[in-house]
Antibody, heavy 117, light 111 residues
Framework: QVQLQQWGAGLLKPSETLSLTCAVY????????WHWIRQPPGKGLEWIGE???????KFNPSLKSRVTMSVDTSKTNFYLRLSSVTAADSGVYYC???????????WGQGTLVTVSS | QSALTQPPSASGSPGQSVTISCTGT?????????VTWYQHHPGKAPKVIIH???KRPSGVPDRFSGSKSGNTASLTVFGLQADDEADYYC???????????FGGGTKLTVL
């Protein structure tokens, strides 16, 4: 049974870079797509982007200029970095695994990120 | 880019059925059968209840049904139960810019 465990700094100042790690335990890292989504306080879900095990990426056009995603297959981790954060980037961030020709089959526990001066 | 359009709220009594709509464009919902519905109980991770318009993941009851007509997708919940009270989000792949877009969410209340 695959498990995703995520972590990262929960309190940032404006203009800093958000950095989150999602570790994959107990399952295959290859042949899946690894996504990040977020939910600002009181708002709906927003897709941030995805990365394959080989490092191919797709991003939300509204965040593309500030987002970086990467993978470390040796550690079965994947990463999110979001630069130049503002208060609008506050929210709960989730990592997830997407099975090809299917859908999401595993989620991280969520990380609350607050951007405040 | 604009989000998919969902009604902000929906409601029904236990045992009744309710349908939630999700309207997009020919570049997203109307383009391919890549519509996903998420159920989100506050404080928990979201859960996929429908993918590829009408497919249910293992473990999702058949009380949940998805469909699509043109640029509008729909989620129907049959035989409402108290635990169905949650936020529901539709999502579709947008083919012009290659990304997943979400609807604004619908808060389902079981009366």
């Amino acid at each position: 049974q695959v498990q995703l465990q995520q972590w990262g700094a929960g309190l940032l100042k404006p203009s800093e870079t958000l950095s989150l790690t999602c570790a994959v335990y107990g399952g295959s890292f290859n042949n899946y797509y690894w996504h990040w989504i977020r939910q600002p306080p009181g708002k709906g879900l927003e897709w941030i982007g995805e990365i394959s095990h080989s490092g191919a990426t797709k991003f939300n056009p509204s965040l593309k200029s500030r987002v970086t995603m990467s993978v470390d297959t040796s550690k079965t981790n994947f990463y999110l970095r979001l630069s130049s954060v503002t208060a609008a980037d506050s929210g709960v961030y989730y990592c997830l695994r997407w099975e090809p020709n299917s859908s999401v089959d595993s989620w991280g526990q969520g990380t609350l990120v607050t951007v405040s001066s | 880019q604009s989000a998919l359009t969902q009604p902000p709220s929906a409601s029904g009594s236990p045992g009744q059925s309710v349908t939630i709509s999700c309207t997009g464009t020919s570049s997203d919902i109307g383009a391919y059968d890549y519509v996903t519905w998420y159920q989100h109980h506050p404080g928990k991770a979201p859960k996929v209840i429908i993918h590829d318009v009408s497919k249910r993941p293992s473990g999702v009851p058949d009380r949940f049904s998805g469909s699509k007509s043109g640029n509008t997708a729909s989620l129907t919940v049959f035989g409402l139960q108290a635990d169905d009270e949650a936020d529901y989000y539709c999502s579709s792949y947008e083919v012009s810019n290659n990304y997943w877009m979400f609807g604004g969410g619908t808060k389902l209340t079981v009366l």
